[in-house]
Structure formats: C-alpha cells, structure tokens
C-alpha cells in the first residue's frame, strides 16, 4: 500500500492574498468611482473651482475719492454650499438653515436639497462672519463653506448710485463699478474718481433736509468743476447702500442724476439767451414787451407773475423775473434751426460719449416746429438728465466753451476736450445777467455770502396722461459761483417737493434755497475764497454791456 503526505496548508499566506486583493478591488473601485463621479459632475465641479480661483486670483482693485478716502474694497468672506446626496432629510436641514440664514427661500431650498442626483448647489453666498458661524455650528454633514471675496462699501450711502455695486461674483453691475470694471478686474492701485467725499457729503445732507422741509419724492444735487468738468458730487436721492441693494426697491436704486430724465424749466432760459446774443438776433439793451400773453405757433405763452415794467423789459429782466413771454419772443428772434443747433453743440440733444457712467438719451419733440421752440425755449417740452443738464453751464463758467464730465483723476486741464459754443463776451454777460438774477430776481434765496452766486430758478409742472399736472412740480436751480472769478457749477432738483404753509410751489422757496446751503458749505472744501466786497469796476465788469441799460 503506497501512502502520500498531505501538503501542510499556509493558512496566513491566503487570507494575506485575500487582504491584498480586497484591497487592490477597493482601490480600483474608488478610481472607478471617482471617475464616474468626475464624468457625471465634472461642469459642476469646474464651475465651482473656478468661481473661487477667479476670485483669489487678481483682486478687484479699490475706489477712493480725489483724495483718496476708500470709497469701495475687497474683503474676504464666506459662501454655503451643499452636496445633496449627502443630506440626511433635506426638509429638516433646510428648515434649520433658514433660522440661521432668514434669507434663504425655504422651498426652493428644499426641493434643492431632495434632489439626490445633484452633489453641489449654493445655498447661500456672500455670507457675513456672523451667518457663517451661526451655519456652521448646525453641524449638518453635507455643507461645506467656500472663501470667496467680497466687496464692500465702507461709506454706506455715500456716493451709493455713483460708485454703484457688483454681482456676488465681482463683476460690476452699475455705476463706476459696470464702468470700470475692466480696469478694476485687472487690480493693482485703486481707482481714485473726481468725487470729493466731503462735497458729495454736504449735498446728500442737504437733500435730506429738503425731504425733511418739503416731503419732496426724489432729488438730485451736482457740483462740476467748470474749467475741467470734474465731477465733485453727484447725489441722487432717496440714496442707496450698496452693501444692501437687496433690500432696496426699484424706486430707491433708481440714479436720479443720471438715469432719470426731467422737464427741468426755467433754468433752459439762459441757454436760449446765450444762443441769440450770440447769434446777433440780440443785445442786452433790446427791449421786450411782456404785458400780456404772446401766441407762437400753437402754443399761447403766459407769465406766471406779471413783471416789473412790463411793458419795456430787458434780455436781464427776463431771467431776473422769469418771463416765459419774453424768453419765447427771444427764441423766436433766432430761429428753429439755431436753438436745435445750439442745444446739440451743448450734448442736450443726445450723442455725447465720454469716459465713466453714461447718462439717459432726451427726449425732445417728435416735431420740431414754432411751437416747440417757444416751449423748449423755457424748458418745457424737453427732458434731459440732471448731469447732462449741469455741464451746459460750464460755458458760462469758463468763457463759453463746453466741457464734457470727467469722473477719473488725475484731471489734466490741458488735456480737456473743450468745444467752443459761445463767445466769450456772451458767456460774460449772460453769467451778468445770472448774478442779478440773485442779487434781485427769483434766486435772491441762493445766495450764499461771499460766494456771488449767479444762478437761474426753474420751475416746471410734470406732464401726465391728461397733461400737465399743476399740482406737481420739479423744481430746480441752476448756478454758478463764485460770479466774479467762476471755478464750479452746481445744480439742485427737486421731484415734487412741497412748499411750506404760505409759500409758493416754486424753485424760488425751494430749490434755490437748497443751492444756496449747498454753496455755503461746499466752496470752503472746494478751496474757494470767499468774495468779501467787490469794487465797483468788477461789478461793472460782471454785467457787461448790461451795466449801461437803465
């Protein structure tokens, strides 16, 4: 009988093979499932990468006033996301996360969070170092928070519209921040703007008080250099905060100053001086007579107060006192053609481009005839923006050229694209005619000591589906200061403001009073001397060839 030995079993070296296998399967499996997951989810996954590398990358660079006060910067923050299949019960989590994020949309949330097929949604970006803590001590398996920048507004409501706010993202979505943002992508120093903090702070303030006095619906303030066309202070109002332009409603990010279009009046009534003494259809010594209502084309033009002397009244007496009669007759003198002309060379008419934010294209006259030119001769009839409005004056300022607006510094006066519109001596003696306006017409409210303010009221109903609304007025002053040495152009409208008990619903009472305290106080930032007494020889200097009519 022939026996054989069994071979003695290696018991340790198989179940080694089989750790080894199991290992190398659960290895393959993960690589398999990584590479589903990838496939499965990669734009996802892309996408949110990228989100956050493009926002570490080159940081959004700053914006500072003129004189460098940070005005806009980068801060870091924090975003929520989620991985849906890893959420135990997505309407107990989101029921969680919405106590501590009052913003979130629960439902919309909930059904985010149920849809296990899906491994990345946001749940909320932009987070607050306290939201961030609050989520973050829920515990909840499956969040997962992301640095991202964040941008903010360190003055609040100063210079709100203007400056203007991105998207969660960093791009610019209004203002200096969708105008700029090329070059705010691309970093480095921060973009310092013509704004002066200090100014834009004193018209804001200013248009506050006007809500307070006169329960106005809007307004808006500027102040432009009028030998450069820096803009100083742009304001619109009710102000908006960046940092909340969530919480705001349409109404209050709606930028006044640039965006909305006026009839803005009376304060059209030196341009159409300046046109016609330039033309030669007029001399400061012509006399008009605005007894009683004229009738151009189709339109019958009428004063709302009768003038002194009205029966024999200057090209001076007629902004003084603000006689539509006479401002009509005075167009009439020069003609369609040439108001058309004069209001394009001054960009009233559209076609203006210049560097920064843009303002609202007008709306003029679908027909263009003798009665639309007596209408938009006193500034009816016409709608343009505020900004748009405010450089017409820098003519007047600066010895009649125009000068578009300029929102970045350095300013280089040399470089200004200046455009002559006017004769030096017209822009003398309409600027003349424009102190005496102050010194003994409808803007004596204006006047700011020291400063000479020679400016022009405006006042003018709102038009409605009937018509014009006599119970609802924008009322506006237009100036320019200081008379005798002019550096700055400032303009004031008020939206339905409402007169105290006893006084008209005018600019004199309105409009022409909030310039004034604007002036007052903003020349001394500004670096404006006050004017203590003028001689006599500049006196008669300022009004020019009006200064021999009796």
Excluded: C
Aim: charged residues 25%; aromatic residues 6%; without cysteine.
């Amino acid at each position: 009988m022939i026996s054989f030995d069994r071979p003695e079993v290696d018991v340790w070296g198989r179940r080694r093979a089989r750790i080894v296998a199991g290992m190398l399967a659960l290895v393959f499996t993960v690589i398999v499932g990584r590479s589903a997951y990838v496939a499965m989810n990669g734009p996802e996954l892309v996408a949110a990468s990228a989100r956050s590398v493009a926002v570490a990358s080159v940081r959004r660079a700053d914006i500072v006033d003129r004189k460098g006060e940070l005005l806009a910067t980068t801060v870091p923050g924090w975003s929520l996301a989620a991985n849906p299949s890893a959420i135990w019960d997505a309407g107990e989590v989101a029921t969680a996360l919405k106590k501590v994020l009052p913003r979130l949309d629960l439902i919309g949330l909930t059904a985010q969070l149920s849809d296990r097929k899906r491994k990345f949604i946001w749940v909320q970006r932009g987070l607050t170092q306290e939201e961030k803590d609050a989520a973050f001590g829920l515990g909840v398996e499956g969040l997962q928070f992301v640095e991202e920048a964040r941008r903010v507004y360190p003055r609040g409501k100063l210079a709100g519209h203007f400056l203007g706010y991105t998207n969660i993202d960093g791009e610019g979505l209004e203002g200096s921040e969708l105008a700029f943002d090329k070059r705010l992508k691309e970093g480095g120093e921060p973009l310092r703007l013509t704004l002066d903090a200090g100014v834009q702070f004193v018209v804001e303030e200013e248009l506050e008080r006007a809500f307070i006095d006169f329960d106005m619906k809007g307004g808006v303030g500027v102040v432009v250099d009028a030998n450069t066309g820096a803009v100083r202070a742009v304001a619109s109002w009710p102000a908006l905060d960046p940092n909340r332009r969530g919480a705001e409603d349409a109404t209050v990010k709606l930028n006044r100053a640039l965006n909305a279009r006026f009839e803005l009046g009376s304060i059209f009534k030196p341009l159409t001086v300046a046109e016609a003494l330039d033309a030669g259809t007029l001399t400061p010594t012509d006399r008009f007579d605005v007894s009683t209502p004229v009738k151009i084309g189709g339109a019958t033009v009428r004063d709302l107060h009768p003038l002194p002397n009205a029966k024999s009244v200057t090209a001076g007496d007629v902004l003084a006192y603000s006689s539509n009669i006479g401002t009509a007759l005075i167009a009439q003198r020069a003609g369609v053609e040439r108001q058309k002309a004069f209001l394009r060379s001054v960009h009233l008419l559209g076609g203006q481009s210049h560097e920064g934010p843009q303002t609202a294209s007008p709306l003029t006259p679908e027909k263009w005839d003798q009665t639309a030119m007596a209408t938009v001769s006193y500034g009816h009839g016409i709608s343009v923006s505020p900004l748009a409005f405010a450089m017409t004056y820098t003519a007047f300022g600066n010895g009649g050229n125009y000068v578009p607006p300029v929102f970045v510094e350095p300013v280089d006066a040399a470089k200004v694209e200046k455009s002559q519109v006017m004769r030096p001596e017209t822009a003398a003696t309409v600027l003349g005619m424009l102190r005496e306006t102050v010194t003994r017409g409808t803007g004596k409210n204006a006047e700011a000591q020291g400063y000479e303010v020679a400016g022009k009221t405006g006042t003018a109903e709102k038009p409605g589906p009937d018509g014009y609304d006599p119970n609802k007025n924008i009322t506006s002053f237009a100036a320019v200061f200081p008379a005798s040495r002019p550096q700055f152009v400032v303009l004031v409208v008020l939206d339905e403001a409402q007169p105290r008990t006893g006084d008209q619903r005018t600019a004199s009472t309105t409009a022409a009073m909030i310039a004034g305290k604007v002036i007052a106080r903003a020349a001394p930032l500004l670096d404006v001397r006050p004017v203590l007494v003028a001689s006599k020889a500049e006196a008669a200097s300022l009004r020019g060839s009006e200064a021999t009519t009796p």
